[in-house]
């Protein structure tokens, strides 16, 4: 239902005009249109609106804070910030002075050393439902955020809007606990996804989360994955999406520095899968390296200049790794399995819901043991051409991209070109039943992993 705009609406960005309407009686809470927080004059005229209606008992929620975040009106978003603060603090004064101790979840805590707030927003709802229900006034202090319509966000810190900025604001004045568990039982580092328009946004969000402490080793409730893996393909999903830039510096360089730091460089995260592509279980590095070439088999008939962009995006990777050994070799590990085609007995991705990071689940035991065993002979040449590659890749001691352009490429070649000795007792025996058997031309089989040999490079118009 469309509503009528009201005269307080009517009036904002005029303070004295508000100021007559609030002291005439005029609902607060009836306004129908959304606050435009932009500044328009150099009177902060918008300013001085918001904050008589604030002090009349105006509710402001996550979105009015993000939409002065995106206008750019920082004054306007402290204000809220500030307001968000005192009504959690009026939430939890009123929630302990009506309800039984035993009947609260801790809404705030006090730090006796520093002085410092740290306010568990994820039960706001909770206890503001159990006051409702004893019949209790909440007056002015309805609407602590964004609860009552969007409480499977939980904290301030899962919802995707805000940019780092303003989560930091929100930390520096009590919001501070960046692990805290939504009703879906999830962390805002396991909500982290990536918005298609607002991808450094994503990226510096996730940094800034994993800085501050977020928990990087709990499993995605409802999968046998870390969270780290779990923002491992999201990565991949990222790094695909710059594709049509060619992953050029000036689109990478300032976005990515900051994840190196971060979370990739961990190899010792380990989920409980159990899969010849990464032995002990998979990494961030291994998802990250199935979504890409994942990507690159079922896009093969539409990505334009394959090879190249193949080759691009593994480099790309590998610098992250800076020079770090261990790491190098689960890339050649990782390609290698590919190469010769064996079948993932590892997690699965699920589609991801809104606001959820992509979903790996752990394929059933029953599966598990059957792919081994029918893959347990290709698994031990796999074990066999590592051992021998391993020795070459210390020998040569290159760069793991010059390892993989050079030896590895030519190796593979050949080792996927190798024919089965012949048979003559298998020959004479099938042309004794009428079949004729010839020999066909070896044709090496069409692995995702095999274009990081080719060095041509596209041309480019001008």
Not at 114 to 128: P, S
Not at 354 to 364: G, M
Request: hydrophobic share 35%; proline share 4%; with cysteine.
């Amino acid at each position: 239902m469309i509503r009528t705009p009201t005269l307080l609406d009517y009036a904002f960005g005029w303070p004295k005009g508000i100021q007559i309407l609030l002291e005439a009686g005029a609902d607060t809470s009836a306004r129908t249109w959304r606050i435009p927080y932009a500044e328009d004059n150099n009177n902060e005229d918008t300013y001085h609106s918001v904050k008589l209606l604030i002090e009349a008992g105006f509710s402001c929620n996550w979105f009015d804070i993000e939409r002065c975040q995106d206008d750019g009106s920082e004054k306007i978003k402290s204000l809220l910030i500030n307001d968000l603060v005192a009504r959690q603090q009026r939430l939890w004064l009123l929630a302990q002075s009506c309800l039984p101790a035993g009947q609260l979840p801790n809404l705030i805590s006090m730090d006796e050393k520093t002085g410092k707030i740290t306010i568990l927003d994820v039960h706001t709802a909770e206890i503001y439902a159990r006051l409702v229900k004893k019949g209790i006034s909440i007056g002015t202090i309805r609407q602590c955020g964004n609860f009552q319509n969007w409480n499977n966000f939980g904290s301030v810190h899962h919802s995707p809007g805000f940019s780092v900025k303003t989560l930091e604001e929100l930390c520096q004045v009590g919001f501070r606990d960046i692990n805290q568990r939504d009703s879906r039982g999830l962390t805002p580092l396991m909500t982290t996804i990536v918005p298609f328009w607002r991808k450094e946004m994503w990226a510096e969000r996730m940094h800034w989360l994993i800085s501050k402490g977020a928990d990087l080793d709990q499993e995605v409730p409802g999968t046998s994955s870390t969270v780290t893996h779990h923002l491992g393909f999201s990565v991949g999903e990222y790094i695909l999406s710059l594709r049509d830039y060619d992953l050029r510096p000036k689109y990478d360089l300032e976005l990515f520095s900051m994840l190196e730091q971060s979370f990739l460089l961990l190899p010792s995260v380990r989920d409980r899968c159990s899969c010849a592509c990464s032995p002990g279980g998979c990494t961030t590095m291994s998802v990250l390296l199935r979504r890409i070439v994942g990507n690159v088999d079922s896009n093969r008939y539409w990505m334009v200049e394959l090879s190249h962009l193949f080759r691009e995006i593994i480099k790309f990777i590998l610098r992250w790794t800076r020079g770090d050994t261990e790491i190098g070799w689960g890339v050649i590990r990782f390609l290698t399995f590919d190469a010769l085609g064996l079948k993932h007995s590892c997690c699965v991705n699920i589609s991801a819901r809104r606001y959820l990071c992509p979903k790996l689940v752990s394929r059933e035991e029953e599966e598990v043991e059957e792919i081994h065993d029918e893959e347990m002979p290709r698994i031990l040449e796999l074990e066999k051409l590592l051992t021998e590659l391993k020795v070459k890749f210390d020998e040569l001691n290159q760069p793991v991209m010059e390892f993989l352009e050079g030896y590895w490429h030519t190796r593979m070649i050949e080792v996927l070109s190798q024919r089965d000795p012949y048979d003559e007792e298998h020959v004479t025996e099938s042309r004794r039943i009428g079949v004729t058997l010839e020999l066909d031309e070896c044709v090496v089989p069409d692995r995702a992993s095999l274009l990081i040999g080719s060095k041509i490079k596209p041309e480019h118009s001008t």
